[in-house]
């Protein structure tokens, strides 16, 4: 919980004393100075500040607001709850074989349309094709998806390529290769270069430079999974 922490970052961020702020909200001083060492407020204090401050009382209790962006702190002030890590945006459905090993399961390109609507729907993810490749590591979950088009040579179209899931997208390191899950446009895979801290976006560029990069909000964004390996198979 970054409560304590975020209480003394907004307090700065208003350029406001301790003294100043505490006789705005009618608390005492010393109680505000317990606040930012740690000391445990009651709900209604909570509360209190988070109207205070114009953020959500889950923002100010579980972000920590220091390591945002301005755009994204602008934001937040304005009563939205971004949310900068994609954890909020789905429960990630898998399957498991019959020794409770995670299976990987595969999209077809004819069949990305229905994954862009059922990736959240347990049977839709059931009804896929699966396999296992026993020398990935069994810390992470993946899925293996088709690629369609010429946009990320040396891959040509048809291509399988098996990705872990992404968990944080904070964690994407420009020029990392992902297949990449919207709500608009569906699936791509694409070099990702992170743009969130600063828009609240990150870029997609292709390997072959006749496509030209765009950029897409996080708000469009519904799964990100990093490229681990290329699969030379028919199906």
């Known amino acids: 919980m970054f409560f304590a922490d975020n209480l003394k970052f907004l307090r700065t961020r208003k350029e406001k004393s301790q003294t100043a ?19 445990q407020p009651t709900f209604g204090v909570v509360m209190k500040l988070a109207d205070y401050f114009k953020v959500s009382i889950d ?8 390591k945002l962006g301005k755009f994204e702190l602008s934001q937040i ?14 429960l990630l459905v898998t399957t498991t074989d019959t020794n409770g090993e995670e299976n990987i399961e595969m999209i077809r390109h004819q069949a990305q349309a229905g994954y ?15 396999f296992q490749l026993p020398f990935l590591s069994r810390n992470k979950t993946y899925r293996c998806f088709q690629i369609k088009g ?18 944080d997208w904070n964690t994407i390191k420009n020029g990392t290769p992902c297949v990449v899950i919207t709500k608009e446009d569906g699936i791509v895979f694409k ?38 390996t290329y699969n030379a198979f028919e199906v």
């Open 77 to 90: 002030e304005q009563g939205f709850d971004v949310d900068i890590t994609g954890k909020k945006l789905r």
């Open 21 to 39: 702020m505490a006789e705005e909200l009618e608390l005492k001083r010393t109680s505000l100075i317990g606040y930012e060492k740690g000391v």
């Open 191 to 228: 070099l990702v270069y992170n743009q969130i801290k600063e828009n609240q976006e990150i870029m997609l560029v292709s390997s072959n430079r006749s496509y030209a990069p765009y950029n897409v909000s996080i708000d469009d964004l519904a799964e990100v999974w990093k490229f681990e």
């Open 59 to 66: 923002a100010l209790l579980r972000y920590d607001l220091s």
């Open 150 to 167: 010429d946009s990320m040579p040396p891959l040509s179209d048809g291509s399988w390529v098996t990705a872990s899931f992404i968990q």
């Open 116 to 130: 862009t609507q059922g990736y959240n729907d347990p049977e839709y993810i059931e009804s896929l094709p699966k």
